[in-house]
């Protein structure tokens, strides 16, 4: 039994680029993850792809949706949590001080890495509210996807088998077609299993497409990518 | 600020590996009995009998793991000590294939007519169909008090009704088993956390499909571990059904 191809074409009336999770403590040296995450972001490249895939999609006018990820004190009176839950709250990961705050948010493992700020702060680029366990079901991003028209998503960020893997089943329950960057991700390595190889796996049986940058960014220029 | 975090979760990791040998992770449990019931996903022939369509993908990995008799082991440990039984099953109408886009699996499975039954509301042709729960399972899912929910239609529970009836029936936790591990088992998993309940996984009570190259059921076992509240084999299931049982 053979998998097949579906491909996914880019309407660009109706596409729009979801990035989750473009974090400090997912993607600096300096953040809480990076020693289950460096290897693989380093591997994959993926600060620079998710770059790429920004200024791609800005270039071409592509709309732009981030997902982000925070955590306020009141999460931390949660009673029940999974692993990685447990984890990203005893390491303090994407904490901030308040929901109506940012003192100290500046520069924090919470806020976006540096060098995607011009692109996320232009006063375009939609910043949904933050999903609270991976997915996008406790924030707007349906919402705001629908709003805009947008049915088609070309999605990229952290990391691979959690939130963006969380975002690509949840976008696809809710009737959009998903295509994902696959090195533009990256995922924790662990004694209990590799989040990144998890993650193609899943990508691959799921997914409308599973694209390179180069793939995406082709596609997002208007050139034609994967053929059905 | 950032250097003092960094070495906090070298510390906490630390404690972790101390306690757990080589594991990493912390591992949560769920307590099992008040407001806790077994949810299966897709007990249906497609998947568990050799006569299913997907048998060629998922047969080895359901002889592997025993599923079939794991599930009906569980079937049969929840009745017997009064844990509420939900099944989520897969169907696919004649309408859906009106639907214009899917990903891998969906076309996969629409290509070979998974699930498909003749309509939403006939039963023509249903008995004994792939569609059909496995035989074994029927005393269990037609003694008249397990919920069948609706079908949910890609993999998850998004569009059927079995969080509401988790919910009017007082549930919290949730030991999750059935088909198929990485797809319809996986993506329950993850909307009853999104959704606010404690999982708990199965993990010889399912299976999933092999392409080459491509393990289903080895990627659900690194999420599992990476995203539920606990992990459990259908012994330690039976066996905490029936501790949270004894005084009643």
Redesign the interface.
């Given at each position: 039994m053979a998998l097949p191809n579906p491909g996914m074409s880019v309407d660009r009336a109706r596409t729009a680029l979801v990035v989750t999770d473009p974090q400090n403590d997912f993607l600096s040296p300096k953040g809480v993850t990076w020693g289950v995450v460096g290897e693989s972001v380093t591997e994959n490249n993926t600060v620079e792809n998710i770059d790429r895939l920004f200024k791609a999609a800005k270039d071409s006018d592509l709309p732009v949706f981030i997902s982000p990820h925070y955590y306020y004190p009141t999460d931390h009176g949660w009673r029940a949590k999974g692993a990685l839950e447990a984890l990203m709250h005893e390491i303090g990961m994407f904490d901030r001080s308040d929901p109506l705050k940012v003192e100290g948010f500046a520069g924090s493992g919470a806020d976006w890495l540096e060098q995607y700020k011009s692109y996320i702060e232009d006063g375009k680029t939609v910043v949904a509210s933050p999903h609270k366990v991976f997915g996008p079901e406790s924030n707007d991003l349906a919402l705001q996807l629908r709003k805009r028209g947008v049915e088609k998503v070309i999605l990229a960020g952290m990391s691979a088998n959690l939130c963006v893997e969380a975002h690509m089943r949840e976008l696809l329950e809710q009737g959009f077609e998903v295509a994902v960057v696959k090195d533009a991700t990256a995922a924790a390595k662990v004694p209990e299993g590799d989040g990144y190889q998890t993650a193609l796996v899943n990508f691959r049986f799921m997914a409308n497409a599973v694209w390179t940058t180069d793939e995406a960014v082709q596609a997002i220029a208007g050139q034609t990518v994967g053929a059905k | 600020?950032?250097?003092i975090?960094?070495t906090?979760?070298?510390a906490?990791?630390t404690v972790v590996t101390a306690r757990h040998g080589?594991?990493?992770?912390?591992?949560?449990t769920?307590a099992i009995g008040e407001r806790t019931a077994l949810v299966l996903t897709d007990p249906q022939n497609d998947f568990l009998s050799p006569d299913g369509v997907a048998w060629?993908?998922v047969g080895s990995s359901v002889e592997e793991n025993n599923t079939v008799e794991h599930l009906e082991m569980l079937l049969r440990a929840a009745k017997a000590t009064e844990i509420p039984v939900f099944i989520s099953p897969h169907y696919y109408y004649p309408t859906d294939r009106g639907w214009q886009?899917?990903?891998?699996?969906e076309?996969?499975m629409h290509?070979?007519g998974m699930f498909d039954r003749s309509g939403a509301l006939s039963v023509e042709g249903f008995e004994g169909s792939g569609a059909d729960w496995l035989p074994q399972y029927k005393a269990y899912i037609e003694d008249g008090h397990t919920v069948v929910t609706s079908p949910h239609k890609?993999?998850?529970p998004?569009?059927n009704d079995l969080v509401l009836q988790l919910r009017k029936r007082g549930i919290d936790r949730v030991v999750l088993a059935g088909m198929s591990a990485?797809?319809c088992v996986?993506?329950h998993l993850?909307?009853l956390?999104?959704?606010g309940f404690?999982?708990a996984v199965v993990t010889d009570a399912t299976a999933a499909?092999r392409?080459p190259g491509?393990?289903?059921y080895?990627?659900a076992?690194?999420?599992f571990?990476?995203?539920?509240?606990g992990l459990l084999t259908t012994e330690e299931a039976v066996a905490a059904f029936h501790a949270s049982h004894k005084g009643h």
């Amino acid at each position: 039994m053979a998998l097949p191809n579906p491909g996914m074409s880019v309407d660009r009336a109706r596409t729009a680029l979801v990035v989750t999770d473009p974090q400090n403590d997912f993607l600096s040296p300096k953040g809480v993850t990076w020693g289950v995450v460096g290897e693989s972001v380093t591997e994959n490249n993926t600060v620079e792809n998710i770059d790429r895939l920004f200024k791609a999609a800005k270039d071409s006018d592509l709309p732009v949706f981030i997902s982000p990820h925070y955590y306020y004190p009141t999460d931390h009176g949660w009673r029940a949590k999974g692993a990685l839950e447990a984890l990203m709250h005893e390491i303090g990961m994407f904490d901030r001080s308040d929901p109506l705050k940012v003192e100290g948010f500046a520069g924090s493992g919470a806020d976006w890495l540096e060098q995607y700020k011009s692109y996320i702060e232009d006063g375009k680029t939609v910043v949904a509210s933050p999903h609270k366990v991976f997915g996008p079901e406790s924030n707007d991003l349906a919402l705001q996807l629908r709003k805009r028209g947008v049915e088609k998503v070309i999605l990229a960020g952290m990391s691979a088998n959690l939130c963006v893997e969380a975002h690509m089943r949840e976008l696809l329950e809710q009737g959009f077609e998903v295509a994902v960057v696959k090195d533009a991700t990256a995922a924790a390595k662990v004694p209990e299993g590799d989040g990144y190889q998890t993650a193609l796996v899943n990508f691959r049986f799921m997914a409308n497409a599973v694209w390179t940058t180069d793939e995406a960014v082709q596609a997002i220029a208007g050139q034609t990518v994967g053929a059905k | 600020m950032r250097l003092i975090k960094a070495t906090m979760v070298l510390a906490v990791l630390t404690v972790v590996t101390a306690r757990h040998g080589a594991a990493q992770l912390p591992e949560p449990t769920m307590a099992i009995g008040e407001r806790t019931a077994l949810v299966l996903t897709d007990p249906q022939n497609d998947f568990l009998s050799p006569d299913g369509v997907a048998w060629g993908a998922v047969g080895s990995s359901v002889e592997e793991n025993n599923t079939v008799e794991h599930l009906e082991m569980l079937l049969r440990a929840a009745k017997a000590t009064e844990i509420p039984v939900f099944i989520s099953p897969h169907y696919y109408y004649p309408t859906d294939r009106g639907w214009q886009f899917e990903g891998t699996l969906e076309v996969l499975m629409h290509k070979i007519g998974m699930f498909d039954r003749s309509g939403a509301l006939s039963v023509e042709g249903f008995e004994g169909s792939g569609a059909d729960w496995l035989p074994q399972y029927k005393a269990y899912i037609e003694d008249g008090h397990t919920v069948v929910t609706s079908p949910h239609k890609v993999y998850g529970p998004e569009a059927n009704d079995l969080v509401l009836q988790l919910r009017k029936r007082g549930i919290d936790r949730v030991v999750l088993a059935g088909m198929s591990a990485n797809l319809c088992v996986e993506a329950h998993l993850r909307e009853l956390l999104e959704q606010g309940f404690e999982v708990a996984v199965v993990t010889d009570a399912t299976a999933a499909a092999r392409f080459p190259g491509l393990d289903g059921y080895q990627a659900a076992m690194t999420n599992f571990r990476f995203i539920a509240n606990g992990l459990l084999t259908t012994e330690e299931a039976v066996a905490a059904f029936h501790a949270s049982h004894k005084g009643h």
